[in-house]
Each structure stands twice: as structure tokens, then as C-alpha cells.
């Protein structure tokens, strides 16, 4: 089946530092991967649409400055939270687009929890 | 954007079969209606999808209303693995696959 790889799977960091996560789909090409934020209790919201090649599409509110996202081959995406602050803390998770020609689902990978002290 | 209501919580016993209603009335004609589940802590994980009629796999069966407002997954013998969030959603066909979750529906069971 479809696998998503997401690494770390935790990171703790210091209030501005800047953290990245990876997202990688293992076997199969991604042209398009997503990305989302979870608080506790509530739903996935996404952040971002990442296109292999070309300039993230960012959700209305979300900050394209502090969340970097690069999308450099079909298997791989990597979010960068930049000078991450406590309210970042966040569960991050990423999902790939396994479209084909009798396919068009989405696989996501097991998130990755920041917490920023 | 595409919306979808779903009950906040459900209770099955175990060995009972359980349906999960989705309203999802600002559907369009190619939207695709797609059910995922999320265990605590882990990313969601892809349970269905179906387009008009009704679908079957492994894990579920995926009921849709003729005029597609609405669709039913249907675990046909709960488990206490299937303790989870339920998101239904759909995907407009011009909006690059985008994924927009409800909700959900927190679905306990029962020994």
C-alpha cells in the first residue's frame, strides 16, 4: 500500500529557532503534497498545497514567510517553521496525492509534534 | 469552500454493524466524496471513496444519496480498533485534490 514517511516524529526546540520537517512518499511519485496543522481536540486544517517544481499555494491566514514549504522532487517535501514560537506548538501533519490514471487519493504520513519553549 | 456536518460523537458495541451519516449539500456534480479515520496521535488514514454509486472495500462500505447531499460509511462489524475520528469530505475537481475536513465524528465502541 501507499506508505508517507514523515521525519521527526517529534522535535522540542527553542523559542526562534527554526525547525524543518520532512515528508516523503515512499512508494509512489507526488507531484502534489499537502501540508496540515492539528491542535488537540479539533480538526485537520490545512496550511498549504505543494507542488513539485513550483511555489507553494498558501491557505488564506497561514504566513508564507514563517512556513516555508519545499517541494524539490516527487518524493520528498519539507516544511520549514521559521524563528518557531510557542504558539506554533502544534501536531504537523503531511499528506501526498497518489493520482493516477484509475487513482486519485491521498496518503498521509504519521505527523510530527513541535513544541516550542 | 466545500463543507461538510457531521454528528460529534457516536457509540457502537462491538460485533455491531455502525453507520456514519455525512451532509455534504454544496457538493458539485464531479466532486469526489472521500472518508478517512484518525487515531489519536497519528496522521488520518484513508478508509473510501466513491463518486455516484455505492462502494465496497476491505475496511467499509460507502453509501451515496441519489442527489449526493449526503453518504453513509458503513463498518459492518465494529471492532475496538475501529475506535477512531471519522472525517468525511469532498474534493472539487478544480481545486487540485485539496482535502477540506469537518469536523469529524469521534466514534467510541464498546466490548
Known amino acids: 500500500g501507499a506508505v508517507v514517511s514523515q521525519h521527526p516524529s517529534w522535535v522540542i526546540c527553542k523559542s526562534g529557532t527554526s525547525v524543518k520537517i520532512e515528508c516523503r512518499s515512499l512508494?509512489?511519485?507526488?507531484?502534489?503534497m499537502f501540508w496540515y496543522r492539528q491542535f488537540p481536540k479539533q480538526s485537520l486544517m490545512l496550511m498549504a498545497t505543494?507542488?513539485?517544481?513550483?511555489?507553494?499555494?498558501?491557505e488564506q491566514g497561514v504566513e508564507k514567510d514563517k512556513f516555508l514549504i519545499n517541494h524539490a522532487s516527487l518524493t520528498l517535501s519539507t516544511l520549514t517553521v521559521t524563528s518557531a514560537h510557542p504558539e506554533d506548538s502544534s501536531f504537523y501533519i503531511c499528506?501526498?496525492?497518489?493520482?493516477?490514471?484509475?487513482?486519485?487519493?491521498?496518503?498521509f504520513g504519521p505527523g510530527t509534534r513541535l513544541t516550542v519553549l | 469552500d466545500a463543507k461538510t456536518t457531521q454528528p460529534n460523537s457516536m457509540e457502537s458495541n462491538e460485533e455491531e454493524p455502525v453507520h456514519l451519516p455525512c451532509n455534504h449539500s454544496?457538493?458539485?456534480?464531479?466532486?469526489?466524496i472521500h472518508w478517512y479515520r484518525q487515531l489519536p496521535s497519528q496522521g488520518p488514514e484513508y478508509v473510501i471513496h466513491?463518486?455516484?454509486s455505492n462502494v465496497n472495500n476491505r475496511m467499509a462500505s460507502l453509501a451515496i444519496a441519489e442527489d449526493r447531499k449526503s453518504s453513509t460509511l458503513i463498518l459492518h462489524r465494529a471492532t475496538l480498533r475501529d475506535a477512531a475520528v471519522y472525517y468525511c469530505?469532498?474534493?472539487?475537481?478544480?481545486?487540485?485534490?485539496?482535502?477540506?475536513f469537518g469536523q469529524g465524528t469521534e466514534l467510541s465502541v464498546k466490548p
Open positions: 499528506s501526498a496525492r497518489d493520482e493516477g490514471e484509475y487513482t486519485d487519493t491521498q496518503y
Open positions: 512508494d509512489f511519485q507526488a507531484t502534489t
Open positions: 505543494s507542488n513539485e517544481g513550483s511555489k507553494a499555494t498558501y
Open positions: 454544496t457538493i458539485s456534480g464531479t466532486d469526489y
Open positions: 466513491g463518486l455516484t
Open positions: 469530505s469532498h474534493v472539487p475537481y478544480n481545486q487540485g485534490g485539496k482535502l477540506i
